[in-house]
C-alpha cells in the first residue's frame, strides 16, 4: 500500500515544508498553505525560511509535489497531516486556533479509511479531546470506524543542518495498532534512523511537550546562575567552563529564550495541568525567570553605562540580532524585542542589526526598523544571538569611549565585555 499513498501536509513552514519536500521523494504528496504569498515564493522555488535551497526545490516540486492555498485541491489525499503552529494567547494559555482551523478544512474532505495525523506540539489529550470531535462532526464519520488519526511530534530544529528529518529517531503514535503501523511504515520510508512507536497518542503529545520543558528548566537554572555570579562578581562563562569538565555536566548556556518551541511549549503543559487541580511550580518558575532575563539585561547595561558617567538620552545602541536563535531567520517570540523595548524606556536610541530578518516581517510583527548597514560611535553594543556572520565584527571598532558592550552569549570571549 506504500506506494498508492496521496499525501497532503497543512502549513509549510519550518516543520510542514522539510516534511512534504521529504515524502515527496517517495509519495505523491499536496502541500496546503493559506498564506498566498509564501505558496507563491514556493511555486518560484524560493523559501525564505533557509530550510531548503532552491534547487531543493526545484528537484521536487512538480508532478509528485504539488503546492495550493485552497485545501479543496487535496480532495483525492488518503493521509493528512497538520503542521500549523501552536502558540499561546497574551496571557499564556494555549491558542489552539490554527490547529482547530486546520483540522476543519480537512474535515470537510474527509473519507472513509483516511488517516489524519497531527505534528504540531499540543498539551496531552488536544488530539483526541480537541481535534477528533471536529473531525466527527463536521465529516459526519465515526472516529475509529471510518477514519483514523496518529500524532508524530516534529522535531525539527530552524537553521540546524546537522539534525534534519532523516536522521533523527522519529516517535509515532496511532489510535488503534493497526493505524500506527501504517504510520511507522510510512515514517519508516524518509526516516533513516529509527521510528519509535508510542503506546498512546497521549504518551507521544507528552513525549514532544517535555523536551522543551527540559530545556527551558535547565536553561532557566544557567539564567538563574548568571544573576547570581554577577552579583558575586566572578564570571558565569569561566564557571561552566569549570564544571563542564565533569563528565556527566550537562552543558547549557545562559541567554534569551524565546522562539515557538522552548519559550511556548512549558505553557501547555501547565495549563493541562492546572485544569487537572495541579499548578506545576518548577515549569512555571522556569518560564518567569526565563521571561525575566531581558530586563535583568537592560538593568546590568544602565548600572554599568551609568556608573561610566554617560547619560542615556538619545544614545545608540545597537544590537546585533534578531532572530530567536543563532543562524536562521525567524523571529517568532523573540526576547531581542524585549531587550530593545527595556533599553527603550530607559532613553536609550535603539538600532538593530540582522542580516538574517526580513526587514518588512519585522517592522510589521513588531514595530522597529532594521538597520541595513552598521554605522561607528556607539554608546551599547550589545551580542544578543550569535550568528556565523558576526564573527568578523569587533564592537571595540564600533564602540564610544567609556561605552558599554554586552555579550549575551559569551560570543567574543573580551574580558572587557559584560557578560551573563
Not at 501536509?9 to 510542514?16: N, S
Not at 503529545?205 to 558575586?232: G, P
Not at 566572578?234 to 541567554?255: C, H, Q, Y
Request: net charge neutral; proline share 4%.
Amino acid at each position: 500500500m506504500e506506494n498508492n499513498y496521496k499525501i497532503c501536509i497543512v502549513g509549510l513552514g519550518y516543520v510542514g515544508l522539510p516534511l512534504a519536500h521529504a515524502f515527496s521523494k517517495r509519495h505523491s504528496v499536496i502541500g496546503i498553505d493559506l498564506n498566498k504569498d509564501r505558496v507563491k515564493e514556493l511555486n518560484n522555488f524560493i523559501d525564505n525560511t533557509n530550510e531548503l535551497s532552491t534547487k531543493d526545490l526545484q528537484d521536487q516540486i512538480g508532478e509528485k509535489f504539488k503546492i495550493y492555498s485552497n485545501i479543496s485541491e487535496a480532495k483525492d489525499c488518503s493521509i493528512f497531516i497538520v503542521t500549523v503552529p501552536t502558540p499561546v494567547t497574551k496571557n499564556k494559555t494555549p491558542d489552539l486556533f490554527p490547529l482547530k482551523e486546520a483540522t476543519k478544512s480537512i474535515a470537510s474532505l474527509l473519507k472513509k479509511n483516511d488517516i489524519v495525523v497531527y505534528e504540531s506540539t499540543v498539551y496531552p489529550g488536544a488530539t483526541e479531546e480537541v481535534c477528533v470531535p471536529l473531525l466527527e462532526n463536521i465529516s459526519g464519520l465515526n472516529f475509529n470506524k471510518d477514519f483514523f488519526v496518529g500524532y508524530s511530534p516534529e522535531r525539527i530544529n530552524p537553521g540546524d543542518k546537522k539534525h534534519n528529518i532523516s536522521n533523527i529517531v522519529k516517535v509515532v503514535s496511532g489510535s488503534n495498532i493497526n493505524t500506527l503501523k501504517i504510520l511507522s511504515g510510512l515514517y519508516k520510508s524518509i526516516v533513516n534512523a529509527e521510528v519509535y512507536e508510542a503506546p498512546t497518542i497521549k504518551i507521544a503529545e507528552a513525549a514532544k511537550v517535555i523536551e522543551n520543558a527540559q530545556r527551558d528548566i535547565n536553561i532557566a537554572f544557567i539564567n538563574e546562575l548568571s544573576i547570581i555570579f554577577s552579583k558575586m562578581g566572578i564570571s558565569t562563562n569561566e564557571v561552566l567552563k569549570a564544571a563542564n569538565t565533569k563528565w556527566n555536566f550537562l552543558n547549557f548556556r545562559p541567554g534569551l529564550v524565546g522562539g515557538h518551541c522552548i519559550g511556548v511549549d512549558p505553557y501547555y503543559l501547565a495549563y493541562k495541568s492546572a485544569e487537572l487541580g495541579y499548578i506545576p511550580d518548577i515549569i512555571l518558575a522556569g518560564r518567569r525567570l526565563n521571561d525575566s532575563m531581558p530586563a535583568f539585561i537592560s538593568n546590568q547595561i544602565l548600572k554599568q553605562f551609568l556608573k561610566n558617567n554617560n547619560s542615556t538620552k538619545e544614545s545608540d545602541v545597537l544590537i546585533l540580532g534578531a532572530t530567536f536563535k543563532e543562524n536562521c531567520p525567524d523571529i517568532r517570540n523573540s526576547k531581542v524585542v524585549d531587550l530593545s523595548k527595556e533599553l527603550q524606556d530607559f532613553g536609550f536610541k535603539i538600532n538593530i542589526y540582522d542580516p538574517h530578518v526580513d526587514p518588512e516581517a519585522f517592522f510589521k510583527e513588531f514595530g522597529f526598523r532594521k538597520l541595513e548597514e552598521i554605522k561607528n560611535n556607539y554608546s551599547v553594543i550589545i551580542l544578543a544571538v550569535s550568528h556565523n556572520i558576526f564573527k568578523n565584527i569587533n564592537p571595540e571598532d564600533l564602540i564610544i569611549e567609556n561605552g558599554v558592550v554586552f555579550d549575551v552569549k559569551g560570543f567574543y570571549s573580551n574580558e572587557d565585555f559584560l557578560y551573563l
